[in-house]
């Protein structure tokens, strides 16, 4: 009897409990602050930072400089060594057995691509930056565009002026076909009755690899025979031990075109002497 007495009046304690908490949310508003009265608290950028001073961090700028006339020339350069590393390669090949359709051949021929294509477009950069760079040599190359190109070659070898006049009062000789001495060479006329070709007339017997070439081609040749040429025949001009070296210490115009004539031209006897006043005209031309 107690304990069912007990239990009764655990559960009207229970439900007396319940009541005292859903009687004032029945018909009454909870009471909520207004908007403004809430307080936010905000957490600004500034709160990450550590109390602690923060190391400061100097980050160097770099500045890509547009590479000099000189920077181009190496550029030329390398690529130029590629080329020709390429073909010597492609030709070892080729004595060996190997035909063009080769894998291998195939892709030394693609490296060569490469390496041509960046060539011009360096040469192209070098050309566009000396010309406006300066106001004298803009003026030559509008007046004058193959021969100017042909002398500023020369000039990127290290020749000299009176070095440079020699050999261009030659062309004016060989090419200079408008008249006598022009400055306007034709690089490009050969003669096909004896196949002589281009700026020095060089023979396709003796120098096949040029036939046909470009005004570069040409340049190129030149610049990878001359030496070989003057040592073997300098000594017609100059004596025993007169050779290449000896050639660039030259510093007359007119001695010049005769050296160059007899040892790398290697011209009969009476057309040497014209080329001397032609050397002196283009030294005159391109000096001032």
Not at 33 to 48: F, G, L, M, N
Not at 54 to 71: F, H, K
Not at 186 to 208: A, E, H, I, R
Request: aromatic letters at 14%; a negative charge.
């Amino acid at each position: 009897m107690k304990k069912l007495l007990t239990i009764v009046l655990a559960s009207i304690v229970v439900a007396l409990t319940l009541i005292a908490f859903i009687v004032p949310a029945v018909g009454h508003s909870i009471d909520v602050p207004p908007a403004d009265t809430v307080e936010v608290t905000t957490i600004s950028e500034d709160s990450y930072i550590p109390s602690e001073e923060i190391e400061t961090v100097e980050i160097e700028t770099v500045v890509i400089r547009e590479p000099s006339l000189e920077d181009l020339k190496i550029m030329m350069e390398e690529q130029q060594i590629i080329k020709d590393e390429m073909h010597a390669q492609a030709e070892e090949l080729r004595a060996n057995g190997y035909t063009d359709e080769s894998i291998e051949i195939q892709d030394l021929k693609k490296q060569w691509t490469i390496a041509h294509a960046r060539y011009n477009e360096y040469k192209a950069k070098y050309n566009e930056k000396w010309l406006n760079s300066d106001e004298f040599w803009a003026q030559k190359y509008e007046e004058n565009p193959t021969g100017t190109y042909i002398w500023r070659y020369m000039k990127d070898l290290g020749y000299s002026d009176a070095v440079c006049a020699g050999i261009f009062g030659n062309m004016m000789l060989e090419c200079g076909i408008e008249e006598a001495g022009s400055f306007d060479l034709k690089w490009w006329v050969y003669d096909s009755s004896t196949w002589f070709y281009g700026l020095c007339q060089w023979s396709k017997t003796y120098f096949p690899e040029v036939y046909g070439a470009d005004l570069e081609g040409q340049m190129n040749c030149l610049r990878d025979t001359i030496k070989e040429q003057i040592d073997e025949a300098g000594f017609v001009y100059g004596g025993y031990g007169f050779g290449y070296e000896e050639f660039l210490q030259l510093e007359d115009p007119a001695e010049v075109a005769v050296c160059f004539a007899k040892a790398y031209e290697r011209c009969a006897a009476q057309h040497v002497w014209p080329r001397r006043a032609f050397a002196e005209q283009a030294y005159e031309y391109f000096t001032n």
